[in-house]
């Protein structure tokens, strides 16, 4: 994976925690993801960067998280726990979304949701 950091946006994750990936691997079939011992991520970036989340599906069942605190380590080939993480390269690299709303409306096509504590980061060039 390049460099994939765009001008007034910030890096995020979308991690489906789960061993039935196949699903989920299709979710954004243009979209490269990393495969891990526990499921998959797909990078992405968002101009409006919710706090850490819990990514549902629309009954309420826990599907993965959503980490948006700038902080996440795990990348291609990471080793954890004897298992080296895959990126799976498709045509693009991550997901790019302009606005929270952009995301959320994003999810629920796809039958998820976030569960959102906390409040939202704006790049400065945002801000009023």
């Known amino acids: 994976m ?9 890096l995020a994750a979308l991690y489906f925690r789960t061993s039935q990936t196949a699903h989920y691997t299709n979710l954004f079939p243009t979209t490269s993801y990393t ?5 998959l991520y797909y990078f992405l970036l968002i101009k409006e960067l919710p706090p850490n989340s819990l990514l549902k599906d629309l009954n309420n069942n826990l599907i993965g998280n959503f980490y948006g605190s ?10 954890i726990n004897n298992y080296r993480y895959q ?18 409306n994003g999810l ?11 409040s939202i980061q704006f790049n400065p060039t945002q801000q009023a």
Not at 35 to 39: A, D, M, W
Not at 70 to 79: A, C, F, M, R, T
């Open 2 to 10: 390049g460099l994939f950091i765009k001008r007034n946006y910030h």
């Open 35 to 39: 495969q891990t011992e526990n499921g």
């Open 70 to 79: 700038g902080k996440l380590v795990i990348g291609p080939h990471s080793l």
């Open 87 to 104: 990126f799976i390269k498709r045509k693009y690299d991550y997901l790019t979304f302009n606005s929270l709303p952009e995301l959320l």
């Open 108 to 118: 629920l096509s796809h039958n998820l949701q976030l569960t959102i504590h906390g």
